[in-house]
């Protein structure tokens, strides 16, 4: 035990309705005195010295807290902070911290603050108009000038030392970003957001079954604070940040960890955190007062023991959950419903999911500036690429997480044992571009969880982990992304998977050639995710012609196409062989499908190369895209292209710039060594390009990322000579 909070006073000046001590379920503190007496807190701080003495802590923190602590006044809070420094102090280092409403807090205040070394939370919902929907005087008065004042005071570089932090109760009416800059203004050190303290008997305000209000309000302050440069700590989303690192959370809200504190009461009762007094009547009791018992026997406590039970303390549907690491199964006292008691998942749930979800999904902030450049100038090696396809997994992640309640418990809980014990096996897998593809077409509801098996067998197999899991084969196969194909007996249901490959593999075939390395897809079942069918399973003579067109058209991609080929070589994993055309070359990207491409084979080496590379261009594309809005997403703007009759939408007029000004390139090196037909290629590639790019721009439909990468293509282009 390191936190203590001490409720030193036990009335309010303010009277918010969302208070949770006097509005919510327990109505304990009627019956408590008003003040916590010199023998109460002197006993309180005994056993905090006795505690720290005994498990040699290094630090402990308390907090004073309320009702409002500056009702204290000046010479009671004197004599509190005398005690606790004198008798905590000097067994261990004392974090002195007060949480206020700020009301009380003037000059003089502020100086006893800063001689005991206390810093002060202030407790400010947003702007003048958020603050007012809750804290207000008895009379119904705005408190929200007298807070300002005190904060303004905790601001200046005099009392500086002494300012905590905001602490500010959401409250999804108001707007997140005006709340977001209304509490930067306070240039607070640190920023705490708490959701409203709530349970299944009492759900959030404004909450519906599965709908995600609170993650909503809580993702727009989190990336406009990405994109801010994260100015201030805010304790909630850098709590999510460690979680997402394997640290601890530091917080009660979330994650596995529980930094656990206990509360003193006016009366000298050990009570539970304050939260639980949001759960029904007496809920934070446990019995024991300071008198009676020491810190060690409140932890001893079976609801102390059960706080802290980690992980194995949660209910079912939590230990399942796939963000559980993360989330922790939200705020003890927000699992509470009649009956059950706090068996329950966090009344939060669909919020702390998708909060967590959308904050592990890449956005804008997630690529450097320097990536952006190097892309916008329509290259990019083989690090930019790979910073493409991370956050390319992290989405797919994202997909899966959102859809797991459509997944077997079961199999979801094998792939967390895999991802911990080799999570590059999980890594490879999810990064199978047909594992997205499917994960939409679920996330739409145009498939079923089937393919999620074959998923988790293959990243058994992949990592070498034994387990049974069970199938459901298409004619009598079963596709393991990355893997290949089983060819299971009928009416077998189940893979075993132990050492080596599984009985019956048929492996899906690679190539490599030079520098690239490539599976050909011709078994996948979401392989068929271009616009043009592709082929059955190849035979050994087709593989054969795979091989050695790749192998004749790599030295082309080098020589042609020096900028992209090693971002090429690093992003492309899979070809799918589409069905040949008679009529015309035919190669297609799909967006959900990064890393594949569909190609039908030609044996003219420098067509497959150029195909090769138009192609990649769009996966690159899409993937920033998938990142940022280069084009206004309300825009319905068409733009006149040379490359098809019909003017497009802009953001598909892009990609084809962003195809065709490589192909032009490829030609211009190629006239450059004389090859026949070359220059012509060059013109009208480039010219196409060219008039494209000045339609864009004049369009209007560019968002001011898309108006710096377009501006790229241009120089790339004004490099070249004449
Ligand atoms: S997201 Fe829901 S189910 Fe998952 S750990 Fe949190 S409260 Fe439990």
């Known amino acids: 035990m390191r936190q203590f909070v001490l409720k030193v006073h036990e009335l309010c000046n303010l009277a918010c309705d969302h208070c949770y001590v006097y509005e919510h379920a327990d109505q304990t503190w009627r019956d408590r005195p008003a003040i916590m007496s010199a023998a109460v807190a002197q006993r309180t701080a005994a056993r905090i010295a006795e505690h720290a003495a005994r498990h040699r802590l290094p ?87 007298r807070t300002l004042r005190g904060l303004a005071l905790l601001r200046s570089p005099r009392f500086r030392d002494a300012y905590a932090g905001i602490l500010c109760t959401v409250d999804v009416r108001n707007d997140p970003i005006a709340v977001y800059e209304a509490l930067l203004a306070q240039e607070p050190p640190r920023i705490d957001l708490l959701l409203p303290h709530a349970t299944w008997d009492q759900p959030p305000p404004f909450s519906s079954a599965g709908g995600t209000p609170y993650a909503g309000w809580l993702l727009k302050v989190y990336r406009r604070w990405l994109s801010d440069g994260r100015p201030v700590p805010i304790r909630l989303f850098d709590a999510l940040h460690a979680t997402a690192d394997g640290r601890d959370s530091g917080v009660e809200s979330v994650g596995a960890d529980r930094g656990e504190l206990a509360v003193v009461e006016t009366d000298g009762s050990w009570e539970q955190p304050d939260s639980m007094k949001t759960a029904f009547h007496g809920a934070a009791a446990t019995g024991l007062t300071v008198f009676s018992a020491s810190a060690d026997e409140l932890v001893a406590t079976p609801v102390m023991r059960r706080r802290q039970s980690g992980l194995a303390g949660l209910s079912p549907t939590c230990r399942a959950c796939p963000v559980v690491a993360r989330c922790g199964g939200g705020l003890f006292a927000h699992r509470f419903r009649t009956g059950s008691g706090f068996d329950n998942p966090s009344v939060y749930c669909s919020d702390l999911k998708g909060l967590i979800t959308a904050m592990a999904t890449p956005g804008p902030s997630e690529l450097p500036r320097s990536v952006f450049d190097e892309l916008a100038s329509g290259g990019g090696g083989a690090d930019a690429v790979a910073h493409l396809t991370a956050t390319q997994e992290a989405i797919t992640r994202s997909l899966l997480v959102a859809a797991a309640d459509r997944l077997p418990e079961a199999t979801w809980s094998l792939l967390g044992e895999i991802d911990e014990q080799d999570p590059a096996a999980v890594r490879r897998v999810l990064a199978h571009p047909f594992v997205r593809a499917w994960a939409v077409r679920l996330l739409g509801g145009h498939d079923g969880p089937e393919r999620f098996a074959d998923v988790v067998a293959a990243a058994a197999v992949v990592a070498g982990v034994d387990a049974r899991i069970t199938v459901t084969p298409r004619d009598g196969r079963v596709h393991l992304p990355t893997i290949g194909v089983v060819t299971v007996p009928p009416g077998v249901t189940e893979l075993v998977i132990g050492a080596g490959e599984p009985a019956g593999l048929t492996p899906t075939p690679s190539v490599t050639a030079g520098d690239l390395t490539v599976r050909l897809e011709d078994a996948d079942p979401y392989r068929d995710c271009h616009d043009w069918p592709a082929t059955g399973t190849l035979t050994a003579a087709e593989r054969l012609a795979w091989a050695g067109g790749l192998r004749a058209a790599w030295p082309s991609v080098l020589r042609d196409a020096p900028d992209q080929a090693y971002g090429l070589a690093a992003g492309l994993t899979t070809i799918t062989p589409l069905a040949a055309d008679p009529v015309t070359l035919r190669s297609a990207t799909s967006r959900q499908a990064y890393g594949a491409l569909g190609i039908a084979l030609t044996p003219d080496p420098a067509a497959l190369a150029v195909m090769l590379v138009h192609e990649f261009q769009h996966t690159k594309l899409g993937a920033v895209l998938d990142l940022i809005d280069l084009v206004d997403p309300g825009s319905d703007v068409r733009v006149t292209v040379g490359w098809r009759p019909d003017p497009r939408p802009a953001e598909q007029a892009l990609q084809g710039v962003y195809a065709h000004l490589t192909v032009a390139d490829m030609w211009r090196r190629r006239a450059g060594r004389g090859e026949p037909g070359a220059e012509g290629h060059h013109l009208m590639y480039r010219t196409w390009t060219t008039d494209a790019i000045g339609h864009l721009s004049a369009s209007g439909a560019l968002t001011t990322a898309g108006r710096r990468f377009v501006d790229g293509l241009a120089a790339t282009i004004g490099e070249w000579p004449g």
């Open 59 to 145: 630090a402990v923190g308390v907090v004073l807290h309320g009702g409002e602590p500056l009702l204290l006044g000046r010479e009671r809070l004197r004599e509190m902070l005398t005690e606790l420094r004198s008798t905590v102090g000097a067994v261990t280092a004392l974090d002195l911290r007060m949480q206020t409403n700020g009301i009380r807090l003037d000059e003089p205040m502020a100086e006893l603050l800063l001689e005991f070394g206390v810093r002060a939370g202030v407790s400010l919902d947003g702007d003048r108009a958020a603050n007012d929907r809750h804290r207000l005087y008895r009379n119904g008065a705005s408190s929200h000038e």
